[in-house]
Each structure stands twice: as C-alpha cells, then as structure tokens.
C-alpha cells in the first residue's frame, strides 16, 4: 500500500497560482497512473485532472482544462498539481490519489486508491 502526502495548498487571490505537491512513500509509484480530486464542504469529491504512468497522457475536467496541469516525476516519487488563473469555484480539500491497477489512466473516485489527508485551497479576495 502507497503512502500519499499532499502539501502546497494555501490561501490565494483570484487569478493567482498555487503548486500542490503529494510525494508518495512505500509502495509502488513509477507503473501506476496518478489523479488529483478536490472536495468541496457538503459535496462529494470530484475528478480534477490523472495522468498516466509514464506522462505521456494526462487528462483534466473541463472545468480546470487551460489552467490546471498535472505532472509525475517517477524519480522524486511525487506527482504535482500546478494550478493557474485560480477561480473562486476552485477552493476545495484537495487530494492525490493512487490508481488501483497498473497503465491505467482513471476519472473516477472509484478507480482509485490510497488517498492522502488532502490540502486545503482556498481563493480569496
């Protein structure tokens, strides 16, 4: 089982940029695909944007396409989440995600494992 830890969320105005980090420890990383969700109070969590083991393909929700992109550095173990032009429909418990089967590329909660304790983002004036 993978560990994950998220950091790198934080208070920001909108327009403005955040970089999330989630390293993981123990575990298999390099031949699994990695997803980033967020959580808003109240609502269930939702896709934002995975990519593929090896990088090559990467998908988003439309809401975030242009502004958010997610990348995987298989050496460092981590995976990264850079967030641009931040909305105030953005804030949320953000959370990485490992996925549950080898070479795939998931975008959906269940096809996914080994949550993190998430990062918070918040976007405000």
């Known amino acids: 089982q993978v560990q994950l830890v998220e950091s790198g969320g934080g208070v920001v105005q909108p327009g403005g940029s955040l970089r999330l980090s989630c390293a993981a420890s123990e575990g298999t990383f390099s031949t699994y695909a990695m997803g980033w969700f967020r959580q808003a109070p109240g609502k269930e969590r939702k896709f934002v944007a995975s990519?593929?083991?090896?990088?090559?393909?990467?998908t988003y929700v439309d809401s975030v396409k242009g502004r958010f992109t997610i990348s995987k550095d298989n050496a460092k173990r981590t995976v990264y989440l850079q967030m641009d032009s931040l909305k105030p429909e953005d804030p949320a418990l953000y959370f990485c995600?490992?996925?549950?089967?080898?070479?795939?590329?998931?975008?959906?909660?269940?096809?996914?494992?080994?949550w993190g304790q998430g990062t918070q983002v918040t976007v405000s004036s």
């Open positions: 995600s490992r996925e549950r089967w080898p070479n795939g590329l998931g975008t959906h909660a269940s096809q996914f494992a080994s």
């Open positions: 990519i593929s083991w090896d990088s090559r393909r990467a």
